[in-house]
């Protein structure tokens, strides 16, 4: 497997194999190892020197199930510290076909372009006709060009350079909606003069595989697994939506700008309502539906309007909160139209819903105000003063509004759960390198009492490394409520595919090495262990639905990496 260096200002391509040890890095530990070795933490995260690192996983390509997630990252626009965002779609696998464990991008080139990759090789094509279109124009374009292809594309949010503009890759159906959100990594692409990248592998073989029987029957003991777990068939028919009632119930749903934590509307807007809808409506709407050609969770959906036509897929729980509740809206049509919306721009809607949070409790239009929002990413695309604004997240958003409470940490918006109602996930959001992430290490399934800060430090510690050396391998996190304590499969299934000899023990030494070389990073661009911690209001301020406010010393917040080895 190698990986793909392309110079943009020399427009210069050069492969290197992956060797030795390194032959285990993908994802989110290539990211961090490429930015920890190559970039100087100091730079300005826009400007050239910067480099996007765009990787899949070790498993990618070899049809094992939810194996595919593509990572994407670079020193932060957003955070100014280091960054992965993690997406679904087929990316990582067509990657994986045409021979490239991952793409580094560096420079800058002085035109938009295209960039195709075949099985010949790398070409550009100027993106003339691309520039200013929406995610979904140019994938319809680009697939009436090259039918079959996959497609890394960005919206007119990324041309701008606004500060929360993501990427997105096509699913299974050629729609750009798998989204790496997180982070501005949009912005580091479009400012580096990429509109879209087409990879074509509808000429590469099959994936060599060492072991290919062994592998195979591996792979098949997995996926059957995965596919007969009880979490499993949860998901397949509700989706990540089953997770607004369990949140509401917990008090720990995000309403109006986090002042609360259970939404009147809930029942409006919850997975159960969401397949309701759908099976009502038809047509082209699906409760069930896979990001990645081999996934057997199939948690995504397609979301239909009345007339049973595509409104968006997937219509995801974290969007339902940020956009949802966070802003008082409770009419998943509605959530909806402002999900397809931000995905053709080019925003994340984490970092959106965060931010109108913060305009509405400011008096810029009122809670529950479709319309206004709707308005303020028309001002994103027509990049007015306001939109620039809005589009530069919370923070940025929040200070020149003189905001008191503004839900954010390193910089970047929390996702859907508020951190005084679930107190280990407040311990990942103040503590990981990665900002308020709630993939960093999610503990809502923790066998705890979220709203008592027994265990969270703990649960939180144990589970960061995990998750780190999951990106890592291109895993999807959702398999690891499907496993259980089986998490010895995936170490045998490393050792099937690249014929080594590591134990579950191993792989939780690779996460807290990723998440060492993420750390020191950071430190080194000035976000030192100061930054671990949660917006103050979340500890002045107790929550209504729950009775409790963040009350975890910081002291305690630092164990989470007091005994982390220094791999400096």
Not at 85 to 96: E, I, K, Q
Not at 204 to 212: N, P, V
Request: aromatic content about 6%; proline content about 3%.
């Amino acid at each position: 497997m190698k990986l793909l260096r392309v110079d943009l200002t020399k427009r210069e391509i050069n492969t290197e194999e992956i060797t030795g040890e390194d032959a285990l890095l993908g994802g989110r530990g290539m990211v961090a190892k490429i930015l920890s070795q190559e970039v100087d933490p100091a730079i300005d995260p826009l400007s050239e020197e910067n480099k996007l690192v765009i990787a899949g996983g070790i498993f990618a390509g070899t049809k094992l199930t939810s194996s595919g997630r593509l990572s994407i990252g670079a020193k932060s626009p957003l955070t100014g510290g280091i960054k992965e965002s993690n997406a679904g779609g087929t990316s990582a696998d067509r990657l994986a076909r045409l021979g490239y464990r991952g793409i580094i991008l560096e420079g800058q080139a002085q035109d938009q372009l295209i960039m195709v990759i075949n099985d010949k090789g790398v070409s550009f094509e100027a993106a003339d006709e691309l520039q200013g279109l929406g995610n979904y124009e140019t994938a319809k374009q680009l697939l009436d060009k090259y039918p079959g292809a996959g497609l890394i594309s960005v919206g007119p949010a990324a041309e701008y350079g606004v500060l929360s503009a993501c990427v997105s890759n096509t699913d299974c159906d050629e729609a750009p909606s798998r989204v790496n959100g997180r982070g501005g990594m949009g912005a580091v692409m479009g400012l580096k003069g990429i509109k879209a990248i087409v990879l074509d592998d509808s000429q590469s073989d099959e994936l060599a595989l060492r072991k290919k029987e062994q592998y195979q029957e591996m792979a098949k003991d997995f996926s059957r697994i995965v596919a007969n777990a009880d979490t499993t068939a949860n998901y397949r028919k509700y989706g990540t939506s089953a997770l607004v009632k369990v949140t509401d119930g917990l008090g720990a749903l995000p309403t109006k700008n986090f002042s609360r934590g259970s939404f009147e509307g809930s029942d409006n807007i919850s997975g159960q309502k969401m397949y309701e809808e759908i099976i009502n409506r038809g047509g082209e709407g699906k409760t069930s539906h896979s990001c990645m050609d081999t996934c057997v969770i199939r948690c995504s959906n397609i979301f239909p309007d009345e007339e049973g036509n595509t409104l968006v897929a997937p219509l995801e729980y974290e969007t339902i909160g940020l956009v949802g509740s966070n802003l008082g809206i409770d009419s998943l049509d509605q959530i909806a139209r402002i999900n397809y919306k931000c995905n053709d721009v080019g925003v994340d809607t984490i970092e959106f819903g965060a931010t109108m949070g913060v305009a509405m409790e400011e008096g810029l239009c009122e809670f529950g105000d479709f319309e206004s929002v709707m308005d303020m990413l028309n001002e994103i695309q027509e990049n007015t003063l306001l939109g620039r604004l809005i589009a530069s997240g919370a923070k940025v958003f929040g200070k020149v509004l003189g905001a008191k409470r503004v839900p954010v940490v390193k910089g970047q918006g929390l996702p859907a759960y508020d951190p005084r109602s679930i107190k280990g996930l407040g311990v990942t959001y103040a503590t990981s390198p990665m900002g308020a992430d709630h993939t960093a290490g999610n503990t809502v399934r923790a066998p705890l009492k979220h709203s008592k800060k027994e265990g969270q430090v703990e649960a939180s510690k144990s589970l960061q490394p995990f998750v780190a050396a999951m990106d890592t391998l291109g895993m999807c996190v959702f398999l690891a409520p499907s496993i259980g304590k089986k998490r010895h499969l995936l170490a045998d299934l490393v050792n099937a595919r690249l014929d080594f000899d590591i134990t579950e023990d191993d792989l939780m030494e690779l996460g807290r090495k990723v998440l060492a070389w993420e750390k020191r990073f950071n430190e080194q661009a000035g976000i030192t262990k100061a930054y671990d911690d949660l917006p103050e209001f979340f500890r002045k301020e107790e929550n209504p639905d729950s009775g409790a406010s963040f009350d975890i010393d910081k002291d305690e917040l630092q164990r989470v990496f007091d005994d982390f080895p220094d791999f400096s």
